[in-house]
């Protein structure tokens, strides 16, 4: 079973072929694909190959299934004692891939 190591996003990901995993947003509209060079590890039957930082000539083709958006995050501010209360929030912005191939030419 071969897998690799991907970064996007600022955050690192393990995936397989097959895959469905949310990321933060990559701007392509759904139905489009697209590939991710920064490969940092990649492991198959022929071995594990590291990447310093990221493995030469790897990379994994993915699809774009949807964008959309998570559930809200509140965030409540409190200081005891001196009247101050605030609340803030956000929703991430979010894209759903599914991986279609891993390969290293």
Same mark, same amino acid.
């Given at each position: 079973? !071969? ?15 097959? %895959? +469905? /995993?949310?990321?933060? #947003? +990559? %701007? ?9 060079? %920064?490969? /940092?590890?990649? !492991? ?5 190959? @590291?990447? !310093? ?11 774009? @299934? %949807? ?9 409540? #501010?409190?200081?005891?004692? #001196? ?12 894209? #759903? /891939?599914?991986?279609?191939? +891993? !390969?290293?030419?």
């Amino acid at each position: 079973m !071969s897998y690799a190591i991907i970064k996007t996003g600022g955050k690192q990901y393990r995936v397989t072929e097959g %895959d +469905i /995993l949310d990321v933060e #947003k +990559i %701007d392509l509209p759904a139905g489009t694909f697209t590939t991710f060079s %920064d490969v /940092l590890m990649l !492991s198959s039957e022929a071995g594990v190959a @590291l990447g !310093s930082p990221f493995v030469a000539n790897a990379c994994v083709e993915a699809e774009v @299934l %949807d964008q959309w958006k998570d559930e809200k995050v509140i965030a409540f #501010k409190f200081r005891r004692r #001196k009247g101050y209360h605030r609340t803030v929030g956000h929703r991430r912005r979010l894209t #759903k /891939l599914k991986i279609t191939g +891993i !390969s290293k030419k």
